[in-house]
């Protein structure tokens, strides 16, 4: 059984910057990749961002946050972060990570495991 426990998240302006974390235990030898997806209200769950969670730890964006959100992880491969900088207000939703051990995909139906969620809320 995988428990993915999340911290971070809060109310902050727009331009500030903000970092998530999502701690992985139990049965994790078989992870292929990390990501995090978020729901705003009203809209469905969207992806953000993925690593593989392999050595070389290749990262994918969605293109709202590219350039502006780094996803990584720890040397132990037991943290993924996702550090968010130049915060808009559409950013607002909840986040969540999640785990998978199939290829690196933005479809939700790929992630097998998810975090309980934090909400990111990006005043104006």
């Known amino acids: 059984q995988v428990q993915l426990a999340q911290s971070g998240g809060g109310l902050v302006q727009a331009g500030d910057s903000l970092r998530l974390s999502c701690a992985a235990s139990?049965?994790?030898?078989?992870?292929?990749?990390m990501a995090w997806f978020r729901q705003a209200p009203g809209k469905e769950r969207e992806f953000v961002a993925a690593?593989?969670?392999?050595?070389?730890?290749?990262?994918y964006y969605a293109d709202s946050v590219k350039g502006r959100f780094t996803i990584s992880r720890d040397n132990a491969k037991t943290t993924v972060y996702l550090q968010m900088n130049s915060l808009k207000p559409e950013d607002t939703a909840v986040y969540y990570c999640?785990?998978?051990?199939?290829?690196?995909?933005?479809?939700?139906?790929?992630?097998?495991?998810w975090g309980q969620g934090a909400q990111v809320t990006v005043s104006s």
């Open positions: 999640a785990r998978s051990v199939r290829v690196l995909s933005v479809r939700e139906s790929n992630y097998d495991y």
């Open positions: 139990g049965l994790t030898f078989n992870t292929n990749v």
């Open positions: 690593i593989r969670w392999g050595d070389v730890g290749t990262t």
